[in-house]
């Protein structure tokens, strides 16, 4: 795990011993389980400590710094969690974090269930659900102190996904692979019609590992109304801000985690 080691030092994170054991049994169990089933595309060792790993760890940056704190408890939720990514990622370096897991495919929170006991990870809520369905549950709705989704859709519907689940005060962040003005754009009317602020842009620099990525981040500053999420599957059929010819999924250099 030198790669990573050295990437997160780019990023102020001096990663123990411990947790490099973790991140290379988490290496580990997810090359096992993708001979099995399909969790990701990415499976090289040095292109799983960047695209994956010390990708995930950069959501750390765009997080108000009491939320990103070592020390911090911060409710963090990861929409379409994949096979952990970036929820797992952080709450290994920020073990204090409330983090719940939400993807629908099952064979995926099968994977991310065995992953969290094999690591002996705590206070890690793991649901097989909808986004959406999830953000209309008074248990989880405007519950989180910050939301994250990585590699899932565009930007207007990731909103309608997470921000639901975001309280006010708190903050959605989503790496995404630049350039993203034409995604700011489109999303500009979604983000304020669903409680957030205008939408702040983080460059990374983080040569050579990760050279064409950003962080997106969003403060929720308003409930948002009731009628959102609207039912399952409406968001990325009908994205908030859709135009004609501009599909509502986009992947990224990594693979596409779409919730359902």
């Known amino acids: 795990m030198d790669v990573l080691a050295r990437g997160a030092a780019q990023l102020g994170i ?8 973790l991140f290379q049994r988490y290496y580990e169990l997810l090359s096992e389980a993708n001979r099995r089933v399909n969790l990701t595309a990415i499976t090289g060792y040095m292109e799983t400590q960047t695209k994956h790993f010390l990708d995930s760890l950069t959501c750390l940056l765009a997080l108000p710094p009491e939320l990103a704190a070592p020390g911090a408890e911060t409710r963090l939720a990861d929409v379409g969690s994949g096979a952990g990514f970036p929820g ?4 290994i370096v920020r073990p204090g974090f409330h983090v719940t897991l939400i993807e629908s495919v099952r064979k995926k929170t099968d994977f991310l269930r065995t992953l969290v006991a094999a690591l002996g990870l705590e206070h890690v809520t793991i649901l097989t659900a909808r986004a959406e369905d999830v953000g209309r549950d008074p248990s989880h709705r ?28 708190g903050v959605f962040v989503a790496p995404k692979k630049a350039p993203v003005v034409e995604e700011l754009a489109l999303a500009a009317g979604a983000l304020k019609e669903l409680g957030g602020a205008e939408a702040r842009v983080l460059e990374l620099q983080l ?40 599909p509502a999924v986009q992947g990224t250099a ?7």
């Open 88 to 91: 797992v990622p952080l709450k």
């Open 142 to 169: 405007e519950r989180y102190d910050a939301v994250v989704a990585r590699a899932v859709a565009r930007l207007d519907v990731l909103a309608e996904y997470c921000l639901p689940l975001c309280r006010v005060g």
């Open 254 to 260: 990594e693979d596409v985690e779409v919730p359902g």
């Open 207 to 246: 040569a050579p590992y990760l050279t064409d990525r950003v962080l997106v981040s969003v403060e929720k500053v308003r409930p948002t109304p009731e009628r959102y999420p609207r039912r399952a599957g409406i968001p990325a059929k009908r994205p908030l801000g859709s135009r004609a010819g501009v």
């Open 14 to 21: 001096q990663l123990t011993e411990r947790e490099l054991a």
